[in-house]
């Protein structure tokens, strides 16, 4: 549990830092999208063990295990709507997090953006052992790998558009890191 707080630590405060900047030098805000709730579609997958986990209201679909279960969260603030599907494995913790800024981003480089949350993951507790540049289809990204003493954590994020998504694996060397990051579509 504790690092899907951190996790959702790392996403409110590195909004905070990039986005007063964004409105700074935004002309307006843009309205936030007045749909219904999300609807998040889980279902059982043929990979022994896992589950499709997907929204069309979110555009996304991913894989998160069966076992224990898919725990939820929401965040809503005045930067962003943020919600997140969890879960753990004896060997592994996963989480999906997909936000919806409040404010206009577009003139804010997304790589600033992006770095902005490298700097969250740093303090006397956690060091980061990588950090590389990465994308998927047409979404911008950065992937960080982090230590805290002895927990290795992998993060992936991505912008697209108004809304970003946040993938991380705790252990990634035991847990199915590859299998969970490549299943991982914006749609």
């Known amino acids: 549990?504790?690092?899907?707080?951190?996790?959702?630590?790392?996403?409110?405060?590195?909004?905070?830092?990039?986005?007063?900047?964004?409105q700074a030098i935004s002309l307006s805000k843009?309205?936030?999208?007045?749909?219904?709730?999300p609807i998040i579609l889980a279902e059982a997958n043929t990979i022994s063990g896992w589950k499709n986990v997907s929204s069309s209201t979110w555009n996304f679909s991913g894989i998160l295990p069966v076992e224990p279960g898919v725990m939820t969260m929401k965040l809503d603030n005045e930067y962003i709507l943020m919600e997140a599907q969890l879960a753990e494995t004896d060997e592994s913790k996963y989480g999906i997090f997909y936000g919806q800024y409040r404010m206009d981003i577009s003139l804010v480089d997304?790589?600033?953006?992006?770095?902005?949350?490298?700097?969250?993951?740093?303090?006397?507790?956690?060091?980061?052992?990588e950090t590389r540049n990465i994308s998927l289809g047409r979404y911008p990204g950065k992937e960080y790998?982090?230590?805290?003493g002895q927990k290795i954590t992998k993060v992936r994020v991505f912008l697209a558009g108004q809304?970003?998504?946040l993938l991380f694996v705790e252990n990634p060397a035991v847990g199915d890191a590859s299998k969970f990051f490549n299943a991982f579509q914006i749609l």
């Open 163 to 165: 809304r970003i998504y």
């Open 1 to 22: 549990m504790k690092t899907w707080k951190l996790a959702l630590a790392i996403l409110v405060l590195g909004t905070s830092v990039c986005l007063p900047k964004a």
């Open 145 to 148: 790998t982090y230590q805290e």
């Open 30 to 37: 843009t309205q936030t999208s007045q749909s219904e709730s």
């Open 110 to 129: 997304p790589n600033e953006l992006l770095t902005a949350f490298v700097s969250e993951f740093q303090d006397k507790y956690k060091k980061i052992l």
